[in-house]
């Protein structure tokens, strides 16, 4: 079911639901994904609270909620997207397109994105797309960072292990760091297969902030709280030149949310060409905490592997 509602100070906003779950979509900004949740629960994705039903004005922010970024992260990639955006209704897909990013310090792109929640269950479809209108190429990634409320843990997998031999000289991953990386930080949770990031509303660290990212060729990454998991999934294209050092998944923390980031490749956008990345979220209830490599065998991948064995991402 879709509808328009408002939503939190905001005229306008698209409602998608099946009776599981429901998605909250903002068209007078962004546009961004700003609620998603089983119905009569609590929303999974953070949502800014100083920006609630905030429009216009020239100052970038985030509202919360999931975006379309580009990276690398420059002065661009702040473009303030405080205006409506066109709204189109294609089958059981509904697109959100914004307007050119066409005054500084936008560099002639758009963005729209293309959400399709299943007919039963929580699958949802993000379709993200990139335009190029500048006259120019331009040397980009597609970026898409969802915001994930306060109090849980990160959890990415890492390249599969072997005992050094003859087949396996060769390394099998990045690990990207920021300035403000520190990895004796405490919210860091690094095992033999999974890295798991803390997210503190009160960190003790040097930085309050701290971040990562890898090569994840499994494609997948993961956010658990309070009983809840969420789940995204990206291409992984073997071969590709991915933005810093090669990484397709991110991870980022702040005392006010944790961030789950994927990336697609590097690639030179001609004029009025486009660029395609795709996601796939699930949300699982009930879900047991627990700590280290062990519990994330034991009751996460079984979850993660029963909804994705059939999913073939283009």
């Known amino acids: ?71 690398p992260e420059l002065e661009s990639t702040y473009f303030p997207d405080n205006v409506p955006v066109e709204v189109s209704e294609q089958g059981n897909k509904v697109r959100f397109t914004a307007p050119v990013e066409e005054s500084p310090p936008g560099k002639s792109l758009q963005k729209d994105f293309e959400v ?4 039963s269950g929580s699958e949802v479809s993000v379709i993200h797309r990139l335009t190029n209108h500048n006259r120019s190429a331009i040397q980009l990634a597609p970026w898409a960072p969802t915001m994930l409320r306060p ?9 599969p292990k072997a005992a050094m031999d003859k087949d396996h000289y060769r390394s099998v991953g990045v690990l990207a760091m920021w300035s403000f ?25 040097r930085f309050k902030e701290q971040m990562c990212g890898i090569y994840n060729p499994a494609g997948w990454g993961a956010y658990y709280r309070d009983g809840h ?4 999934r990206a291409p992984v294209i073997a071969g ?26 590097l690639q030179e956008l001609g004029p009025k060409e486009s660029i395609v990345h795709s996601e796939h979220w699930w949300l699982f209830s ?17 979850l993660i592997e029963n909804q994705t064995s059939s999913l073939e991402i283009d």
């Open 240 to 265: 590709a030149r991915y933005p810093d050092f090669g990484c397709n998944f991110e991870v980022f923390t702040n005392p006010d949310f944790l961030e789950l980031e994927t990336l697609g490749p």
């Open 116 to 119: 399709e929640l299943a007919s």
């Open 1 to 71: 079911m879709l509808e328009r509602i408002p939503y939190r100070g905001w005229n306008t906003a698209y409602r998608l639901s099946n009776g599981t779950v429901e998605l909250i979509v903002l068209a007078d900004v962004g546009p961004r994904i700003i609620s998603y949740r089983f119905i009569g629960g609590e929303n999974q994705l953070h949502e800014v609270e100083a920006d609630t039903g905030q429009l216009g004005r020239s100052d970038f922010r985030l509202y919360g909620g999931h975006r379309l970024w580009v990276s």
């Open 286 to 302: 009930n879900v047991p905490n627990g700590a280290g490599d062990d519990w994330v065998r034991s009751d996460i991948i079984s």
């Open 181 to 205: 990386t520190d990895l004796a930080d405490s919210r860091w949770v690094f095992g033999t297969e999974y890295i798991q990031l803390n997210q503190l509303s009160e960190p003790t660290g």
């Open 229 to 232: 998991l969420f789940v995204k």
């Open 151 to 159: 109090g849980g843990k990160g959890i990415l997998p890492l390249p």
